[in-house]
Structure formats: C-alpha cells, structure tokens
C-alpha cells in the first residue's frame, strides 16, 4: 500500500518537474528557442521562482525514490533467488502436500546438482607425477 502510495508520488512529482524544467528560459538557446522575457512575472524573479521550485522537486523526486528502493526492500527477506529456489526445491515434496512424511526413510532423495562439482573437476585434473630422478654427472 505505501509503495502504491509512494509510486504515484512519484510520478506527480516527475510529472510536475518536468513541466518546471520546460517553463524555464534557455540559457544555451542551442535550438534557437528562449529569448525575451514574458509577461508573466520579470526575468529574474521568474528565474528565482522556477529554480527554486525546480531544486525542490529535484529533493522530493530523489527522497521519494530512496523511499520507494527501501519500501520495496523491506518486503525481500535477505536470501537470493538462488538460494530461495534451492531451498523450495528441497522442502517441497514431491506429491505436492505440505504435511512431511513420518517415515525418514521414505523422505525423498535431495536433489543432485544439474552441472559438474568442483570434486568431477578435482577427479578429472592430472595428477602431478614426480619427474623421473636423473643421474648425477660424472665428472
């Protein structure tokens, strides 16, 4: 509910800081727009005004999206999906009943690992041979 809240926050705010960015005179005037002042307010307190107005949308976009990474973070446990996976895999049975079985024995097998094992490697590795001892030279 407070990520919802926080998401559309978040796109009002994006929203309205786009729209400050607009209204704001170019200085560089690169595509030949800006120029002269409008009859909205004077140059320079417009400029104030939307500068300011820009910076603290700027701070509310940034505060809104650390809010939004640690409410979204807060939900995660600290496991990966890796180990997550793993873990389901071996605590799930396999006749998709939660109850486990009160026999141990009839416990089904843990899953094998799909790919080779740092022992397959280990196993397959040539063996250092000692080099063969060389006679000494007669002198």
């Known amino acids: ?17 786009t729209g400050m960015i607009l209204l704001q005179r170019s200085e560089g005037g690169a595509l030949g727009m800006g120029g002269g002042p409008s009859g909205f307010m004077t140059a320079r307190g417009a400029g104030n005004l939307l500068t300011v107005t820009t910076w603290w949308l700027a701070v509310a976009f940034f505060i809104c999206a650390i809010g939004l990474t640690i409410v979204g973070n807060i939900s995660r446990s600290n496991q990966s999906i890796v180990d997550r996976d793993a873990v389901g895999a071996l605590a ?3 006749g998709g009943s939660a109850a486990t079985p009160a026999d141990p024995a009839a416990a089904p097998a843990p899953a094998q690992p799909t790919g ?10 040539p063996t250092a041979q000692p080099a063969p001892a060389q006679p000494a030279p007669a002198e």
């Open 1 to 17: 509910m407070l990520q919802t809240i926080l998401l559309v926050v978040m796109i009002l705010i994006s929203v309205a800081l």
């Open 92 to 94: 799930a049975p396999a």
């Open 116 to 125: 080779p094992s740092l022992d397959d490697f280990l196993s397959s590795a």
